[in-house]
């Protein structure tokens, strides 16, 4: 039976984190050295406003688009939002993280992610003030036969 493994994130800001290397770097030296080199890695995302995604990793701009288009559908300044109990921008990124997703599953085969050319794995912060983040990962390993 596999761990529960926890990676810590440190968020100066809100923005797309691309945290594919500290994914990589606990499947290869917390997982692997345990299990099968082939199966699938579970990601959960344990908070409300932010969220897990795959998207373009190669070009930056690509995640700045994504970023203003986000803060397009969601501002703080919406005339209805009653939330704000932790400030302006609480419910915009509720709003923001209910588009995306809190978990995901990524195929790991020959010890590697298994990721498209261009992808990476991302923590979508929606929240300005710096914070603390938790993603919890566990491993699947593929049956032997």
Known sequence: MSEIIK??????????????????????????NKHSNSGILNLFCMHTSCAL?????WDSSAREDLEKFFNHIAPEDLPFIEHVLEGPDDSPAHMKSALLHQSLSLIVDDSKLVLGRWQGVFLAEFRRAA???QVLLKYQ?????
Do not use: A, M, W, Y
Request: aromatic share 2%.
């Open 7 to 32: 990676l810590n994130i440190k968020i100066v800001q809100s923005g797309f984190h691309n945290i594919t290397d500290n994914i990589e770097n606990i499947l290869k030296n917390k997982i692997l």
């Open 53 to 57: 995604l795959i998207n373009e990793s």
């Open 131 to 133: 914070c603390q983040r």
């Open 141 to 145: 390993p593929d049956l032997k036969n």
